[in-house]
């Protein structure tokens, strides 16, 4: 098609009779719109009414006419779901109602606790459960501004979560625009869980075998790298789902029920899971849990459990929150399935710490919906334990799940022949004699400098989120710029050119200066995250933090004795005792130089120092309950800067209790049966001036 073929006028003969002559403006509407109630059909109904090549023509036909009039371009037009191979970066977005976590039950009697307990909440008063599948894959949080899909959030904390807009506009399932005429409000948010099918995970593994690329674990991990994933032409690719099974909004009829507001978003266009059921009774709960316990293995999608629900809002709001969890809703875990398989071999591998972890590989066996190859060992305690041979039929069960582990094996099946699993003791990457430090399960290799496996490991823990959090890379990219040379350690990656890497993974000019840029711009990343990021073992955030400010500075904290580390609070001697090995080791030493002529933060910024004070200290504080002004974590650090002590339990040490909004209710008793101190949100700024 030319564009010769539409400047002669802005008109089109309409398909639809006695419409006539249409304008671009108008053909282009008509065209999304029925673009999307097909894409309804196929992807939500599971009904298509027309061939896939009609469809692919009506698009090719909807791109053309977009592309030829972009004054009418539309970010959620159906021809948008493809993506583009742009690198983007994810920025936090706070969630207006904080996304909060369920707390699981496994068997019938916490699920009758369950209900005794709303049952008393409610005070006799009636109530419906609502039963549901639990899909296993990643929180969403969708928001809609008349009827257009205008932000995805991911969950992330629970506060705050990563804007993904961009790549769930691909997933094909979820509506960028809401059937006309529906009576959806002016603005409200859906809640879901996006889904990789087993027809897209076992596909995308069978082309990453193909590959010789590491198959992902399961559809859950493989949904959320494809949904962090910098590239939204990827996400499009690899055949997302998505189950909505929330709404919230100021213009939600609140006086209704759960289950009829989800029939409610169904007739505008959302996919909601057939699978729900209002229960009148525990009986009828249970009865739908059993049911589902096995029904749930013929489903295209992940389960791992039932969510039940108080189905009155009303109810809902009245039974409130723990700090945690809502009181009106509970989730159900199935039991774990277990299946009988041979054991062919234990191989090992390296993590980044250089912990060895044995894994069992078997004979390819079905266990909740996917194909179980191998499954962790985890040490050589566990292989003893199990007192493992090989050609063993070994029991494997998903922990939640998930992943596979060995639990017990069938020795009326072993025969004389079958030599017992002994540990190795060299590294399996570079030959190192393996060792293990007392007290500790794991053996390691302790060729930290020269182990590629670990050389990796080190460099994408140094660029994750909660480290330096260099974005524009990944463990693919980190593999691929090892295998070319370009990295050997983590101060290599301030040195890397855009030229060297243009052309990596089809990487273009534009791009490879923008992951230059990111490089670069971690150099402002602050200190304490600095020692977390440098990979110091059994050193986490936590601990990095307390160091980072007891020492103040990179060379006070390796030059810290022994008996210096351990007086800090909270450092104990496995510990303690690393750290010092970790600054004894010369290359560690150098490259901590480097990163130091690079212009990473290699102490605390004189700002930081400021404003630690004095308000809180000697101070014991527990935080419980939901924040308007700051989240949790920026309390806690708030309180560390000024002198006080985060503690997780009440007890008679402590100086008082920081409750937020919907508080946990035992916590709460228990600080009013000591007399502890109960300090609000607004009471405890002023308390800091601020």
């Known amino acids: 098609m030319n564009k010769s073929d539409y400047t002669s006028a802005e008109l089109f003969t309409s398909p639809l009779e006695g419409q006539g002559e249409v304008s671009a403006e108008d053909e282009i509407r008509r065209l999304r719109e029925q673009l999307n109630q097909h894409n309804y059909n196929y992807y939500v109904l599971n009904q298509p009414t027309i061939s896939d090549y009609d469809f692919d023509q009506m698009m090719h036909r909807l791109e053309d006419l977009e592309l030829f009039y972009p004054q009418y371009a539309d970010p959620n037009s159906p021809t948008q779901r493809v993506g583009n191979d742009h690198n983007q970066q994810f920025r ?11 707390a699981n039950t496994y068997n019938e009697a916490d699920v009758r606790d369950f209900y005794e307990r709303v049952r008393s909440g409610l005070e006799g008063e ?20 008349d009827g257009q899909l205008t ?50 995970f076992n596909r995308l593994n069978a082309e990453r075998e193909a590959r010789e690329e590491p198959l992902f674990a399961n559809p859950r991990n ?15 690719q690899r055949g997302l789902d998505a189950y909505l099974y929330y709404l919230l909004g100021d213009e939600i009829p609140f006086d209704g029920g759960h289950y009829e507001n989800l029939q409610m978003a169904r007739s505008w266009g959302f996919k909601i899971s057939e699978g729900m059921r209002k229960c009148h009774s525990v009986e009828e709960v249970l009865d739908f849990i059993n049911y589902w316990d096995s029904e749930r293995k013929n489903l295209p999608v992940a389960t791992d ?56 590989n078997m004979q390819p066996v079905q266990l909740a919906g996917t194909t179980v190859r191998r499954a962790s060992l985890h040490n050589a305690d566990i292989i003893r334990q199990l ?20 639990v017990g094996v069938d020795t009326t099946k072993r025969t004389p022949d079958m030599p017992p699993v002994t540990f190795i003791t060299t590294c399996p990457e570079c030959g190192t004699p393996l060792i293990r430090i007392e007290g500790e399960a794991a053996h390691y290799c302790p060729n930290d400098t020269g182990c590629p496996p670990q050389i990796k490991g080190r460099i994408e823990h140094y660029i994750s989120r909660r480290a330096m959090n260099i974005e524009s890379l990944g463990p693919e990219t980190v593999d691929e710029y090892y295998r070319l040379g370009l990295i050997h350690d983590v101060a290599d990656l301030y040195q890397i050119r855009p030229d060297q890497i243009s052309g990596v993974y089809g990487t273009k000019i534009k791009s490879a200066q923008k992951i230059v840029e990111s490089i670069r711009a971690s150099v402002h990343v602050p200190f304490e995250r600095v020692v977390f990021a440098i990979g110091i073992r059994f050193v986490g955030e936590t601990t990095a933090r307390l160091l980072a400010r007891h020492f103040r500075s990179m060379d006070s904290l390796a030059s810290a004795t022994l008996e210096q580390l351990t007086e800090v609070e909270g450092i104990g001697d496995v510990i303690a005792q690393s750290v010092v090995r970790y600054f004894h080791e010369p290359r560690n030493l150098e490259v901590i130089q480097r990163l130091r002529e690079a212009g990473v933060q290699m102490q605390l910024d004189e700002q930081a120092m400021l404003q630690q004070g004095t308000a809180l200290a000697g ?60 300090v609000s949100e607004d009471e405890f700024l002023q308390m800091l001036n601020l």
Request: avoid cysteine; hydrophobic fraction near 40%; charged fraction near 20%.
């Open 619 to 678: 101070q014991s504080i527990v935080i419980s309950g939901v924040f308007n002004h700051h989240s949790r974590d920026e309390y806690k650090l708030l309180i560390e800067q000024n002198g006080g002590k985060n503690v997780s339990s009440i007890s008679a040490k402590t100086t008082f209790l920081l409750a937020g909004a919907n508080m946990g209710p035992a916590k709460l008793e228990k600080a009013q049966k000591l007399g502890i101190r109960i």
């Open 151 to 200: 932000q995805a959030v991911t969950r992330g904390d629970g506060e705050k979560g990563d804007d993904v807009t961009a790549n769930v506009r691909t997933i094909r399932s979820i509506p960028l625009q809401l059937r006309p005429g529906s009576g959806y409000p002016h603005e409200f948010e859906i809640r879901g869980e996006i889904l990789m099918p087993w027809a897209s």
């Open 305 to 360: 459990g039932i969510v039940l629900k108080v189905n009155s809002l009303r109810q809902q709001r009245h039974l409130g929150f723990t700090a945690k969890s809502p009181r009106w809703a509970i989730a159900y875990k199935f039991q774990a399935e277990r299946v009988a398989t041979p054991l062919l071999q234990v191989t090992y591998q390296v993590g980044r710490t250089g912990a060895i972890t044995p894994v069992a």
């Open 387 to 406: 007192d493992l041979h090989l050609g063993d039929t070994v029991y494997v069960e998903k922990g939640g799940e998930i992943i596979p582990k060995v």
């Open 126 to 145: 009636d109530f419906e459960i609502v039963a549901e599948m639990k899909y296993d894959g990643l929180s969403i949080s969708l928001t809609y501004v």
């Open 222 to 236: 493989a949904a959320s790298g494809t949904l962090k994933s910098q590239k939204s032409e990827l996400v499009a």
């Open 92 to 102: 936090q977005v706070a969630h207006r109602y904080p996304m909060l976590s369920l």
